[in-house]
């Protein structure tokens, strides 16, 4: 099970940490990521990272403003959002994969129950 928090209401330009807590599955065997989906939009890939955290993956979209990291200890990944702008808002889902792509939806085992990010003009 994920469980997804730290959403809410922020002005552009704003910070909000994302956290996601893992529990019933060997956390540290699974790489994790971010994903979005904003109203009337598809799922999109936002950030992932490998099982120890060495590699780190982000949409163009995001590059330079978000930070994906996890402590293997907390069985938790955290989402950094920084530089916020309108077009961040959506709803954020974090990912447990089994394989495959980092990029595609369709790999990834587990997922949480979304967290909304609303980012005001």
């Known amino acids: 099970q994920l469980q997804a928090s730290g959403g809410g209401l922020v002005q552009a330009g704003g910070s909000l940490r994302l956290s996601c807590a893992a529990s019933?599955?060997?956390?540290?065997?699974?790489?994790m990521a971010w994903f979005r989906q904003a109203p009337g939009k598809e799922r999109e890939f936002v950030a992932a990272?490998?099982?120890?955290?060495?590699?780190?993956y982000y949409a163009d979209s995001v590059k330079g403003r978000f930070t994906i990291s996890r402590d293997n200890r907390k069985n938790t990944v955290y989402l950094q959002m920084n530089s916020l702008k309108p077009e961040d808002t959506a709803v954020y889902y974090c990912?447990?994969?089994?394989?495959?792509?980092?990029?595609?939806?369709?790999?990834?085992?587990?997922w949480g129950q979304g967290t909304l990010v609303t980012v005001s003009s």
């Open positions: 019933g599955l060997t956390f540290n065997n699974y790489p």
């Open positions: 990272l490998s099982w120890s955290g060495g590699t780190t």
């Open positions: 990912a447990a994969q089994g394989g495959g792509s980092y990029y595609y939806s369709g790999d990834y085992d587990y």
